[in-house]
């Protein structure tokens, strides 16, 4: 049996980041037999109830660095791990991991990385030097791959997709009965995905009630956390504004399943968060992406498109007639946007193939 480990930002309540895993257990087990998987991560009870893996504190550096000698396959990834922006105690983590991998000798695969910034030239030296020791680099932009060419990695750095790209939605009645059975009309649902941190501002604030009240009459309005730790204040804020006004917030954790229902159901989503568009390009809802970090532009020039503004020029004008705009596309700009979507699936699945050249199950 071969075993594979699987590092990131798991077990932190981050919808986009436990939808990154639910794809790469679900593509690995689909694609491959006989494979025992572990996860590193924060919260062990849960993920090994939801995703049937074995887990790994990721806190228990004795049982860390002994799942590593004992696995065949570290894979790092995905998402935005090595960067130094947040903190770098976290670049430090997730290089330690790649690390232990290279001095015992096993096979290292990144996949799907949306790599940087790093910025201190200690941390792009230590960077350089562990990336170099890898035996395959998949990062899921050609910014990213651009960066780490920068940074001299000396290996061959293929551009992916996000793994969350190839997730499917099982439930496509969750989302249909609770939004019909919330509002009960025939109007256009449009979900909100944004963060607190960008609406802490009386003016802020204001601008995206401004947004509301001038949209509400024509669309049923939902608002949905991606991050539950950092979404809920200016959900909550919005729910005592309108709370006696017929709007959905959604303040309870959905699996990803549901989730994906939920904007299946939708007619448009106006997305701050990068997994609330990749979650809304999965099911074929149209999207509004306004960035808040370059990710967000990326993903959305893959798609062919533009970020709307950025969430420090937020605009309830703006983002009313753009969003007026996407609720009546034509046919022929809907399949292009859908065809985009499965040319990022088919990128992806080379990386999810790769495994078999590494470890070989045959």
Do not use: W
């Not at 893996?53 to 570290?74: G, Q």
């Not at 062919?304 to 937020?314: Q, R, V």
């Amino acid at each position: 049996m071969k075993k594979i480990l699987i590092s990131g930002y798991y077990g932190f309540e981050n919808q986009g980041d436990e939808a990154i895993l639910k794809s790469l257990v679900s593509d690995i087990r689909n694609m491959y037999e006989n494979v025992e998987i572990t996860v590193l991560t924060a919260n062990a009870e849960q993920t090994k109830s939801e995703y049937n893996v074995k887990v790994v504190n990721r806190n228990r550096y004795i049982s860390t660095l002994k799942t590593v000698y004992n696995t065949d396959l570290v894979i790092s990834g995905g998402g935005s791990l090595l960067q130094d922006v947040t903190s770098p105690r976290s670049l430090y983590y997730y290089l330690a991991i790649i690390f232990l991998g290279v001095v015992f000798n096993k096979k290292i695969m990144l996949l799907s990385h949306g790599f940087g910034p790093v910025n201190n030239v200690v941390n792009r030296f230590l960077t350089k030097n562990i990336l170099s020791r890898v035996d395959y680099i998949s990062v899921r932009e050609n910014h990213s791959k651009s960066d780490l060419i920068k940074l001299n990695v000396k290996k061959e750095i293929v551009v992916t997709a996000d793994p969350v790209i190839d997730l499917v939605c099982d439930d496509l009645d969750f989302g249909k009965n609770l939004i019909a059975n919330y509002f009960n009309n025939e109007l256009p649902c449009v979900g909100i995905s944004i963060r607190s941190v960008d609406f802490q501002s009386k003016e802020k604030i204001n601008e995206l009630k401004r947004f509301v009240d001038v949209v509400k009459q024509e669309v049923n309005i939902v608002f949905l956390p991606f991050h539950m730790q950092q979404d809920m204040k200016i959900i909550e804020i919005m729910r005592e504004i309108y709370k006696d006004e017929h709007i959905l917030f959604l303040c309870e954790k959905y699996s990803v399943d549901k989730m994906l229902s939920l904007i299946n159901a939708m007619n448009l989503l106006i997305g701050v968060r990068l997994h609330s568009l990749i979650f809304a390009a999965v099911v074929k809802t149209p999207i509004i992406g306004i960035s808040y970090d370059p990710k967000i532009d990326y993903f959305l020039h893959e798609l062919e498109m533009n970020a709307l503004f950025d969430i420090k020029d937020f605009n309830a004008d703006v983002l009313k007639k753009e969003m007026q705009n996407r609720l009546n596309c034509s046919n022929g700009e809907i399949k292009h946007f859908e065809s985009k979507i499965n040319d990022l699936k088919g990128k992806y699945l080379v990386s999810i193939k790769k495994i078999n050249e590494l470890i070989n199950f045959h």
